[in-house]
């Protein structure tokens, strides 16, 4: 698995972003993909998941203003971040895993990072 994001960056609130997830997968056992978020010194959380059979999965802070996407052809799965907060600033990952119902990540399925940073 190789997981590639990109389209961080430097954003006003209110602003939008999109996150791109290049990904190559072999495994078949995967069959979702997951962006999460992390500040520093806490806890990684999920933002949104998506499966390869279309389904998603928000976390509560996320519903209404962010959309997750994926391009087949492509091998890209996209997060739309829309009315973004201050509170959204975290450095972003993408993630490959195991979507029934609920999206869990595989062991050592993570892309770099990159980096959102929202401005009030």
């Known amino acids: 698995v190789q997981l590639q994001a990109s389209g961080g960056g430097l954003v006003q609130a209110g602003g939008s972003l999109r996150l791109s997830c290049f990904a190559s997968i072999s495994d078949t056992r995967v069959n979702g993909i997951g962006w999460y978020r992390q500040v520093s010194g806490k806890k990684r959380e999920l933002v949104a998941a998506?499966?390869?059979?279309?389904?998603?999965q928000y976390a509560d802070s996320a519903k209404g203003r962010f959309a997750i996407s994926r391009e087949n052809a492509n091998n890209t799965v996209y997060l739309r971040m829309n009315s973004l907060k201050p509170e959204d600033t975290a450095v972003y990952y993408c993630?490959?895993?195991?979507?029934?119902?609920?999206?869990?990540?595989?062991?050592?399925?993570w892309g770099q990072g990159t980096l959102v940073t929202v401005s009030s």
């Open positions: 993630s490959a895993g195991h979507f029934y119902g609920t999206y869990y990540p595989a062991a050592g399925c």
């Open positions: 998506i499966s390869f059979g279309g389904d998603t």
